[in-house]
């Protein structure tokens, strides 16, 4: 209770004070740490131990994500007719669970690319509903007015993890093996549970649908709100854009360093930690930069820094005496900028949404944001066959320019200094049956002018962090 008075008193460290706010910052932080080490280990043990090519590399990354297009929409309406805490407990528990495979088939002797596609197949389900949960069990814990705070407190504790995560996996990788890494993984997923597990504030439940049926209307419902408000679908467009592309850079760039660059497992995940620091001192922007410039310029702007400094990797050569730094220089400001567009973006989608749709609309984003990067991973694999690795990151790099230029002639590059009132108390109860959710007033514009309006979850834009991971929605 005391928790609670806390938060609505609006004192600066309220959120810290708040015991649940603080146990699911805790299980976030070991989730992501395991997230970042898993998804820099896994495409190493399918490159370095099992001499995976590029069409295999696509393949294994695209089964990781095609669950996003599959599922994405269903774990929406899921997620939102029951408690977030335990969707999230149940998800991770999980992931710790699949991850321990890869272990035993090594001690086995079957550990093979087919293990790894069904871990990773595994792993990529149960991510979708632990991301929507994720991002819908903010809003149910903290006031309005304390989520851009919330949301940079829980970035900058994937920023955190995305320090230590990368570097950890590849070090690993480099002096035990792929097996032994993917425990660590497994072991942040468990603590991510237990520590989620322990929120005690309870989740009022909304009424559930009728079967198959009411999910259905749901996630038409998700659909109408999302389509029905120009903010919500130019982020959904600009995650599009960015996504694929990115998916396609992804699988590119996790080949060329090991194999254009001749870089070491550990030198990959310093290069790839780097993205840690950038991605907190972005946090730390995010907190103040919108309100002082306008939430629009700040997207826009960002974006552009992050996605054209990619184009920076391209032109290095060979394991030089410079490689490395400058891998790490581009790192680190793709993650500040990234992380900024992230947290912003987040901010934004959360403040127009009403809470009883948070869900859905998550699920909607992260569906129209993330849905095709399966097919943008296994397009990098085709392109670093077809036309070497050196021309297909330039290609992909230079690509993902398509993204700011749509947000700038879009509803968020007029967006001002101040969050769009999308989630008053009247918008945060669940429509009667009279109503039509998503229609209408339940789905209000940005005002013009001082227009203020996630990334992703880049996702998503889901962003960033480990290039690996990075997100707008």
């Known amino acids: 209770m005391k928790a609670a008075d806390d938060n609505r008193a ?36 399918a490159v370095v131990s099992l001499n995976a090519g590029p069409g295999q590399l696509g393949a294994l990354r695209a089964v990781e994500q095609a669950p996003i297009l599959l599922l994405s929409l269903f774990a929406g ?34 550990l093979g690319l087919p293990v790894l596609l069904v871990v990773a197949l595994l792993v990529g389900v149960l991510s979708v509903f632990f991301d929507v949960a994720y991002q819908a069990s903010l809003v149910r814990l903290v006031e309005r007015d304390r989520l851009l705070q919330g949301n940079s407190a829980l970035e900058g504790s994937r920023s955190a993890a995305q320090i230590g995560g990368p570097a950890l996996g590849g070090t690993l990788v480099s002096l035990f093996s792929g097996p032994v890494a993917v425990v660590t993984g497994a072991l942040f997923f468990a603590l991510s549970s237990v520590s989620i597990w322990r929120i005690r504030r309870r989740e009022q439940l909304p009424a559930r649908g009728d079967g198959p049926v009411g999910v259905r209307r749901q996630i038409q419902e998700g659909l109408r709100f ?8 130019a982020v959904g467009v600009a995650s599009a854009l960015f996504q694929f592309w990115f998916a396609a850079l992804m699988t590119v760039y996790l080949l060329h360093l090991p194999r254009g660059l001749h870089l070491s497992g550990t030198a990959i995940g310093l290069a790839l930690a780097a993205m840690g620091p950038g991605a907190v001192v ?53 993650g500040a900028f990234g992380q900024l567009v992230n947290v912003t973006m987040m901010a934004v989608r959360q403040a127009i949404t009403p809470v009883w749709i948070q869900g859905r609309v ?37 690509a993902l320019a ?19 009132g999308g989630t008053t108390s009247e918008a945060t109860a669940a429509p009667t049956a009279q109503a039509a959710p998503g229609v209408g007033t339940t789905a209000p514009e940005a ?24 997100r707008r929605h």
């Open 10 to 45: 609006g004192a600066p460290r309220g959120l810290w004070r708040d015991a649940d706010f603080r146990r699911l910052w805790v299980g976030q932080t070991a989730s992501q740490f395991g997230a970042q080490a898993t998804q820099v280990v896994l495409p190493l043990i």
């Open 77 to 110: 309406a899921w997620v939102d007719r029951r408690r977030a805490r335990t969707v999230m407990v149940l998800a991770d528990f999980g992931r710790a669970l699949a991850l321990g495979a890869v272990p035993a088939a090594y001690l086995l002797g079957v």
């Open 226 to 233: 999302v389509a029905g408000n120009a903010s919500l679908r």
């Open 282 to 334: 972005g946090s730390l922007l995010a907190a103040k930069l919108p309100g002082r410039f306008g939430y629009g310029k700040v997207l826009v702007c960002s974006a552009v820094v992050a996605d054209g400094v990619m184009l920076c990797v391209p032109a290095l050569h060979g394991s030089s005496a410079v490689t490395l730094p400058v891998l790490i220089g581009v790192n680190f400001l793709f």
């Open 362 to 398: 998550v699920a909607t984003i992260t569906f129209a944001g993330m849905g095709l990067t399966p097919v943008g991973s296994l397009l990098g694999g085709y392109l670093a066959g077809l036309w070497g690795l050196r021309t297909s990151l330039l290609v992909t790099a230079a």
């Open 402 to 420: 398509l993204s700011p230029l749509f947000m700038a002639f879009s509803p968020l590059a007029r967006l001002g200094g101040q969050l769009p």
């Open 447 to 470: 005002p013009r002018g001082d227009r203020s309006t996630h990334s992703s979850s880049r996702c998503s834009r889901p962003r960033t962090g480990c290039p690996c991971t990075s």
